[in-house]
């Protein structure tokens, strides 16, 4: 798989860092090995708005949110969403939006609409070829999904919560057939038109071990052996007779 880290920004929290490197390592190390191709971009901007993170590849365009939790979550799709810590409910909002339910489906208009708008700029086919509106969206809860967590949302095909740990498995399974870029479509997306600057993997995760070859015995000196005697045994002292 070509895996290749793009941002906008760095970001302003440690736990945002550490989150994204957790996704980008298991994504490396679970289809590291595979054909295709993903662009993972990190904090970036779409009309003025602040997007954690998304997924390019070949067939499709997967927004991404990432909420740090640790108790159970309660909310619905238009009211306030709760975290449950110890005997305190603790709000979890969506940026500006009452919820993050409510962020992601606003961002996901915002960037349908975008790439609509500069379609003609990184596209050498007609646009109108191109299902915009199958851009996906998701919620990642870090590090997981918590127990007892009650969310009552629409049931929608370009969204879904999961946790952290299962993010790189969805990210995987989302295919949007009527999404489908080029990799040379991809590249003029993400440097003439989101002006993103390209990272290195190893900013984020460290690279795997090659494995050393093995050594030429052929063309290494031999030890000589040495023959050490065996030493001389004395003869036994015979016992005193009492």
Do not use: C
């Not at 909310?75 to 709760?82: C, D, I, M, V």
């Not at 409910?89 to 708008?117: C, I, S, W």
């Not at 999961?162 to 990210?171: F, R, T, W």
């Amino acid at each position: 798989m070509a895996l290749t880290i793009w941002k906008g920004e760095d970001f302003s929290h440690q736990h945002e860092t550490e989150d994204a490197a957790t996704f980008i390592a298991e994504m490396e190390r679970t289809y590291g090995q595979d054909a295709d191709q993903y662009h993972i971009l990190l904090n970036f901007l779409v009309n003025d708005r602040p997007i954690d993170m998304a997924v390019l590849k070949n067939h499709g365009f997967i927004i991404v949110e990432m909420k740090r939790v640790g108790g159970p979550i309660t909310g619905g799709e238009n009211g306030p969403w709760t975290i449950r810590e110890g005997a305190t409910d603790v709000v979890l909002k969506g940026g500006q939006f009452a919820n993050p339910y409510m962020q992601v489906r606003t961002y996901r208009h915002e960037v349908t609409a975008y790439l609509k708008k500069n379609a003609t700029k990184f596209l050498k086919r007609d646009p109108s070829e191109i299902r915009f509106d199958q851009v996906n969206g998701l919620i990642a809860l870090a590090p997981r999904v918590p127990e007892k967590t009650r969310l009552d949302l629409p049931a929608s095909p370009w969204f879904k919560v999961v946790g952290l740990d299962q993010l790189h498995l969805e990210v995987f399974r989302r295919n949007a057939k009527g999404f489908s870029l080029s990799a040379n479509d991809q590249l003029r997306l993400l440097e003439k038109v989101m002006r993103l600057e390209r990272v290195p993997m190893d900013r984020y995760i460290t690279p795997r071990p090659t494995s050393a070859p093995a050594p030429d015995v052929s063309t290494q000196a031999v030890a000589p052996v040495v023959s050490i005697p065996a030493p001389k045994l004395e003869p036994a002292i015979p016992a005193a007779s009492t």
